[in-house]
């Protein structure tokens, strides 16, 4: 049979149409939603309760219940939302538990691709956290730490370098506005850090969920006050993103108890900068022992600032930050037997000169007066009473290798 030249075109046409049709109509084609996820700021809440962040994530339309053991519908906790579509941040309010027996809930997220749930166990009165008096011992002789206050829990994390294992950084803690008010720790060329960073955000082991801020899904919420950074105390470049999991001495300098809610003009202002003139100093001594903190200093009436973690707790933010160092060189030209002092104290606000002056200085005596912390306690065993005071008495401003 002949065809036509001028029908050419239409049939190619028409036979393209048909293969098009037949490959669209392909089930196997088609973009399958994946199933919903869900996460909880902390699974553990106390006997206070309080509000909980949920976050759902989901390609479509999903729903939540939630539901005790035994199937059966929870009147303790409530949610802002049951329904949605996409991702989502949902907010969950659990009410107190006025009993001693601790109790469980099943949250379920539900679309049409399937479905994901989590469990949230609420402690009863009986079992509720109280503080631990953490696990460092105050007669370590560490040159680094300040006293430690009675009644005070202090904690300390270890570190394998070079197959040795060593201290990373001590803290104290205060439950009650969840911030370190100081982290002390040695840094030298032998521990120090780099530019590489692990971001690994976790929980600080030594410290339950309930008890410290929940800040590894995302950073602050807002609070009361505005935005706010996840401000490291140590600082990441401070250690080596070395080894894996808990065992990464980088990865601890981002645990929850190691931040605090700083603004962000601050943070990567004239506080990194102050971070970076301190790895100076210790890159030109022996060792710098180093104290940094922040200050919770509201006067009387005023309203005190606050950012939210993940799991919707309240982290006070605080009025001032400061770094205290101790450091030594053998072959020093300045200070009293290797030894000399710099204490910083910044307010906690935005500046619009970021460099790091000797304006912002003073010795460890007068920063001591202003906070009423002992710095260096361990220092007059190594050096006697009569050289320590001097270390700490000397002031740094007129000290040119601190500031050339």
Known sequence: MKIALKHIPM??????????????????????????????????????????????KSDISWTLSIVSEYGETLDWISVDRTTGAGDCNVVMK?????SDEGRTATIVVTSEAGEDSVVLTQKGKASSSNPSGGNLSPKTGWLELPAIPDGTDAFTHSMTLNSKKTRNYSFIWDYDNLVAPWIAYPLCRGNMGSSSRSDAWALDPLLDESQQ?????????????????????????????????????????????NMTPQLNGFNGGIWVNLEGLVRSWANSSDTLYVV???????????????????????????????????????????GYSGYSACAILF??????????????????????????IDFFVNLPAKVGEETAAKIEAENPAKVSWWWR
């Open 292 to 334: 940094t903190g922040c200050v919770v200093d509201y006067p009387e009436g005023e309203t005190v600032k606050y950012a939210l973690d993940n799991a919707g707790k309240k982290v006070t933010v605080p009025t001032g930050y400061y770094k205290v160092v101790l450091r030594y060189s053998a072959s020093s030209t300045f």
């Open 94 to 98: 659990v009410s107190p538990n006025s």
């Open 347 to 372: 307010e906690h606000k935005v500046y619009g000169n970021k460099n790091v002056t000797s304006e912002y200085s003073m010795s460890v005596d007068d920063l001591e007066k202003k906070l009423g």
């Open 11 to 56: 049939l190619l046409g028409l036979w393209c149409l048909a293969v098009l049709t037949i490959v669209s109509c392909d089930p196997s084609d088609e973009v399958k939603p994946n199933p919903p996820t869900i996460e909880l700021g902390s699974s553990t809440v106390e006997a206070a309760g309080g509000p909980q962040f949920l976050h759902v």
């Open 213 to 257: 801020p929940v800040l590894h899904f995302h950073g602050f919420s807002v609070g009361n006050s505005g935005k706010y950074d996840r401000g490291h105390q140590v600082p990441s470049a401070d250690r080596p993103n070395t080894g894996s999991g808990t065992d990464n001495p980088n990865a601890m300098t981002f645990y929850g108890t």
